[in-house]
């Protein structure tokens, strides 16, 4: 991984590849900001000048690349846009896109304005988070290695805030790294066994029921999810606890591996993204691994319900009845809605934990995506006052959600003629709603739920932005962890 360190000499004076300025809109033109004032006397005062000759503007996510024709050691300057009174997301941004534009480049120095803990936390983990490449199947060709080593140009009284950073960045590069790899390389047991691993690197006590032990428990919505691929489900339950805790938070994941739509087939250009379908519980399990490291004083607990959806002969039909852990049944109307499945067993059993709050994640719904786009992630819940707490730790943590109801009279479309709920409405209005109140039904009473569907976030098929790389994204591993912190100091 990318190493960060901070470096408090002049900006001018490092010895380095590639320097990484701020500028703001000035004029018709951009003013270098607050950071790179000593590089500016180092060309004689040009910079503004030369920047405008460029077309630099200064808006946010405006990337400029001048070269500094010796006036200082490193061979080139990229000034990064910052918009108007940039805030912590947008230097989180701004650093981003300039690290990753220097993709191939070893050294590089970053001058970012932050003279806070919040805006050099914020820096350096745009920067980890911009230097991030997933090139475990690439064999050359015209590959470019990210930066190397980013020095971050900042006071050392703020390592604790790049110490943070470097946490989160490990984090979101875990959720990305399992979300890009192809599914064949990824079952559900390959998933179980990462989890092993990161819990035997950081202490998190670890259970791993397989398939036999899910039937014989009655986890009738994994196992019949996952009865139809030669790959068997899993149900992962991993745990952080802090000896001063009085409050537990548990997170829930959806861990699809691969989502075929069963034999409610999706359409091929449904499908080729469909080994982004764990992203919740990538989430998850990237969340757990950055809480155990922090050392937040709340207890975590975290499953992964894990299953490959595939057709065949021993698949789930359309019409089957499952009966889902703690003993409600589902009537399966459609089998390419399995996600829903798999939680409501998680969520049943996440209730035994006697938590404070259950927060479960998942790539749920493409309704997802008609109502808010490929980077907003939907926030339900059973309580409105948590609801909008989670909608407001996620937007600290930089990861942008809106607040969504989960309107009563929905409940009446999942009624089944042989069940105590079907898996679908039989209306196509409010999927993404219809989904958040399928799962408020295995949510245990008197505990508070809130649910995040990252069905669009969790995966960019588009053009890379900001920090933020085409693929696997990391979508709500940094909120789950703000989500544990506010709970931790009563926030939430």
Do not use: C
């Not at 004076?13 to 270098?32: E, Q, Y």
């Not at 499952?322 to 809605?337: F, M, P, Q, S």
């Amino acid at each position: 991984m990318t190493s960060i360190s901070l470096d408090s000499a002049a900006l001018a004076s490092l010895d380095t590849d590639a320097l990484v300025i701020g500028v703001t809109p000035a004029g018709a033109g951009a003013a270098p900001a607050a950071g790179a004032e000593d590089l500016d006397r180092a060309m004689d005062g040009r910079l503004a000048d030369a920047l405008g000759a460029l077309g630099a503007t200064g808006k946010a996510g405006e990337i400029t690349k001048l070269p500094t024709l010796g006036a200082v050691t490193a061979k080139i300057i990229v000034a990064a846009g910052l918009g108007e009174d940039p805030s912590a997301e947008d230097l989180r941004r701004a650093a981003g896109a300039a690290v990753r534009s220097l993709a191939g480049t070893a050294r590089v120095a970053v001058a970012l304005p932050a003279a806070s803990a919040e805006a050099v936390g914020a820096v350096a983990l745009g920067a980890l988070l911009g230097a991030y490449s997933f090139d475990s199947f690439r064999t050359g060709g015209d590959r470019k290695d990210p930066v190397a080593e980013i020095r971050l140009a900042a006071a050392a009284e703020h390592e604790a805030a790049v110490d943070r950073a470097r946490t989160l960045a490990a984090s979101v590069k875990l959720v990305r790294d399992l979300v890009n790899t192809p599914p064949s390389h990824l079952t559900p047991e390959d998933l179980a066994a990462e989890a092993g691993r990161v819990a035997a690197e950081t202490g998190l006590a670890i259970e791993v029921l397989d398939e036999k032990a899910l039937v014989e428990g009655g986890y009738g919505g994994i196992a019949g999810v996952g009865q139809g691929s030669v790959n068997p489900p899993r149900l992962v339950r991993l745990a952080y606890t802090h000896a001063e805790a009085s409050r537990t938070l548990a997170l829930v994941g959806k861990g699809i591996t691969f989502d075929s739509g069963g034999l409610s087939l999706k359409p091929t250009e449904a499908m080729d993204w469909m080994k982004s379908d764990m992203g919740g519980a990538a989430a998850v399990l990237g969340a757990l691994d950055a809480i155990a490291k922090l050392g937040p004083k709340v207890n975590v607990v975290g499953y992964l319900a894990i299953a490959e959806n595939m057709p065949s002969g021993t698949a789930q039909r359309p019409s089957d009845v499952l009966r889902i852990y703690g003993g409600k049944t589902v009537e399966v109307l459609n089998t390419d809605a399995e996600g829903r499945l798999v939680m409501a067993d998680a969520l049943v059993r996440a209730g035994e934990d006697s938590p404070d709050l259950i927060v479960d994640v998942a790539t749920l719904t493409g309704a997802q995506l008609v109502a808010l786009g490929t980077r907003t992630t939907g926030v339900m819940a059973n309580d409105d006052d948590v609801r909008e707490k989670v909608v407001a730790a996620a937007e600290r943590a930089g990861e942008p959600s809106w607040g969504m109801p989960l309107p009563a009279e929905l409940r009446k479309g999942l009624d089944s003629a042989v069940a105590d709920i079907a898996n679908i409405s039989g209306e196509r209005w409010g999927g993404m709603l219809v989904a958040g109140t399928f799962l408020k039904e295995f949510v245990p009473d008197g505990v508070k739920w809130a649910h995040l569907d990252i069905a669009g976030p969790s995966f960019n098929k588009g053009e890379a932005y900001g920090y933020t790389p085409k693929g696997g994204t990391g979508a709500a591993a940094r909120t789950l962890v703000q989500i544990a912190e506010d709970l931790a100091a009563g926030i939430l």
